[in-house]
């Protein structure tokens, strides 16, 4: 394959992935501040399906070699560290 048309597509793989984490990231945070406590059955399951269906994202990624694993760890952990984030700020209040 072409190097350029592989950095391309590496490129718009890891784009789609960022976009889908700062979805989960966004709908959580709605989630926390309009609708429910962090520690409801319901929202704890939103969470670990949303996350679930995003590592499997990065997975098949990376087995295409769009992306390295490096680089779907750093998303995960960006959005475990936010998510985190989120939920202290939500029980402070």
Same mark, same amino acid.
């Given at each position: &394959?072409?190097t350029? %048309?592989?950095l391309s597509?590496?490129? =718009?793989?890891?784009?789609?992935?960022k $976009?889908?984490?700062? $979805? #989960?990231?966004?709908? %959580? $945070?709605? /989630? &926390? *501040?309009?609708? @429910? &406590?962090?520690?409801c059955?319901l929202?704890?399951?939103?969470?670990? @399906? /949303?996350m679930?269906g995003? +590592?499997?994202? #990065? *997975?098949?990624?990376? =087995?295409?070699?769009?992306?390295?694993? +490096?680089?779907? =760890?750093e #998303? #995960?952990? +960006?959005?475990? $560290?936010?998510?985190s984030?989120l !939920?202290? %700020? !939500? @029980?402070? =209040?």
């Amino acid at each position: &394959m072409d190097t350029n %048309i592989q950095l391309s597509y590496q490129d =718009k793989a890891l784009e789609l992935l960022k $976009k889908d984490a700062e $979805k #989960i990231a966004q709908l %959580i $945070k709605v /989630q &926390m *501040d309009n609708l @429910t &406590m962090p520690q409801c059955p319901l929202y704890e399951e939103v969470l670990d @399906t /949303q996350m679930f269906g995003l +590592s499997r994202e #990065i *997975d098949f990624a990376v =087995k295409l070699g769009l992306l390295e694993k +490096s680089e779907g =760890k750093e #998303i #995960i952990a +960006s959005l475990e $560290k936010e998510l985190s984030n989120l !939920h202290d %700020i !939500h @029980t402070e =209040k």
